[in-house]
């Protein structure tokens, strides 16, 4: 059964550090664009960042560009997202999601985990 | 960036319905265009990829249509299920954004 789980948000406060986790399982993490977007309380989607097949090309949203970071284990299937020098204005509900492109629609998401950045 | 905006932004209708949803573009993405529904606490779903494609296990009442920059979500016949807020998304190019959303509530 194809399924992304996410965990690693908390409550934590502006400036520090989190690492958000994605694990995959019932597919392969390298045969898919693994994207991240993110949903602030009671507002819309918006797009994160997305870890090519290969894993080498990544690509970031101006807002996250240079305090987020993306990387991958094969070995474990999983995707993290290690965010840096957080800001009130990160706080949403982070999913993981599938594309078979880079380009296609995002067809399988993880449940969110939420990160609040509050002093 | 590419700018998507959805209209209307909020829309009341009843079981039975015809509804459309727009999507413009603030440049053309050619056929890269995508549609969303998401209900209250729950991950968004795919519903179209491509602009048309209907993605599997997605009732046939929904449709998608356009070109270029303008592109609408059509639902043929409101069922209880669907009222929820419905996105769209270009995944033309990065940042892969999407729209406002549109909530599409009960009369």
């Known amino acids: 059964q194809v399924q992304l789980v996410e965990s690693g948000g908390g409550v934590v406060q502006p400036g520090t550090s989190l690492r958000l986790s994605c694990v995959a399982s019932?597919?392969?993490?390298?045969?898919?664009?693994i994207h991240w977007v993110r949903q602030a309380p009671g507002k819309g989607l918006e797009w994160v960042a997305i870890?090519?097949?290969?894993?080498?090309?990544?690509y970031y949203a101006d807002s996250v560009k240079g305090r987020f970071t993306l990387s991958r284990d094969n070995s474990k299937n999983t995707l993290y997202l290690q965010m840096n020098s957080l800001r009130a204005e990160d706080t949403a509900m982070y999913y993981c999601?599938?594309?078979?492109?880079?380009?296609?629609?995002?067809?399988?998401w993880g449940q969110g985990t939420l990160v609040t950045v509050s002093s | 960036d590419i700018q998507m905006t959805q209209s209307p932004s909020s829309l009341s209708a009843s079981v039975g319905d015809r509804v459309t949803i727009t999507c413009r573009a603030s440049?053309?993405?050619?056929?890269?265009l995508n549609w969303y529904q998401q209900k209250p606490g729950k991950a968004p779903e795919l519903l179209i990829f491509?602009?048309?494609s209907l993605q599997s296990g997605v009732p046939s009442r929904f449709s998608g249509g356009g070109s270029g920059t303008d592109f609408t979500l059509t639902i043929s016949s409101l069922q209880p299920e669907d009222f929820a807020t419905y996105y769209c998304?270009?995944?033309?190019?990065?940042?892969?954004?999407f729209g406002q959303g549109t909530m599409l509530e009960i009369k």
């Open positions: 491509a602009v048309s």
């Open positions: 998304q270009q995944t033309y190019s990065t940042p892969y954004t």
């Open positions: 440049e053309s993405i050619n056929n890269h």
């Open positions: 999601a599938r594309a078979f492109s880079g380009s296609s629609g995002f067809d399988r």
């Open positions: 019932g597919f392969t993490v390298t045969d898919y664009a």
């Open positions: 870890i090519w097949y290969e894993g080498s090309n990544k």
